[in-house]
């Protein structure tokens, strides 16, 4: 089977707030040519933030592309010339307070490779101490700490559906249990 | 404090191929208004499709939004008026030509909540009879065979991000330790 692709053009839809939108001219195997979607993402960072009495520190948040509030860990993109780990320390600390005196890196997963570039780098932070959330000035962020059985429940009976998360809390379980 | 948003226009900016782009006016709890994306996306079953030797089947395909090739779990859109159900087993027949007498929901997935309503329902498929592929004109998916153990290497070693993959590599692995 031949795999050959070729990208023949990516010409710019329109620029958005937090990503960009292209559509790609393929040039596919067969030789035909094709549209495709592409979705220009920045990059995010996110933590597994766990207290010594192994409470998680979890974030609610409203979401406009879901029409309501979602339950995630802690997140938030990348600055400019800033590394993952940072930036995923930065958000744990303006999202909910707490600064990590630990960190660990977890893994790192694309969300949606159909048409999506987005990456997220996830981190487990431990050793927390308490401090003052920071929020952007149109951001509207709610802390609620549960334990890890508590969210995995919630998994199950689909309260949590964010991908991330749900890759986060996941292996997390995953490195407690092996 | 006041947790009200309210969405004061949703403009269509461009239909793509798998994808729609809009941009939300939102008014935000301060009373503040911003434009914030909003990726429509028709939403997607997927599998998990075990063989009795205990193999995992799993896809290899090129994506443009990464320019490269990634390893998945089957997968693919709904059709008008499908249910997840069928869209998932559908998929897992047309992309690796395995039917499955058996069939279990495992997790729901947003694949990215901060600007998309990507929805992935996730089904552990079972009792698989091989037949064969039935490709898409323009769809070229090389099929792999692994066990549970070595994907999960792979999610450690960064060979598998993709996030519906990890969600449903976890969620299965979890689903045998417990």
Redesign the interface.
Known sequence: ?A?E?K?LNREL??K????D?Y??T?Q???G?T??????DHKG?AACVAVKENGKLVMVRQ??????R??L?IPAGGINPGEDMRSAALRELEEETGYRAGKSEFL?????????????IDIYLAENLIAGKQELD??E?V?IAEYSLDEL?SM??N?QI????T??AL??Y??KL?S
Chains 1, 2 share one sequence.
Not at 16 to 19: F, L, N, S
Not at 34 to 39: K, Q
Not at 62 to 67: D, S, V
Request: hydrophobic share 40%.
């Open positions: 089977m795999k692709y990208r839809v329109k958005g707030a937090i990503i939108y559509h790609d393929m596919v195997p067969n035909n094709a549209v495709w979607d592409f979705i995010a409203y979401r406009n592309a879901l029409e509030e979602t995630e893994l790192s997963i694309r969300t949606t490779v159909a048409f999506c570039n987005e990456r000035e149109d509207y709610d995995l998994i199950d689909g559906q964010d991908s991330k749900i890759c996941l292996a379980y995953r249990h």
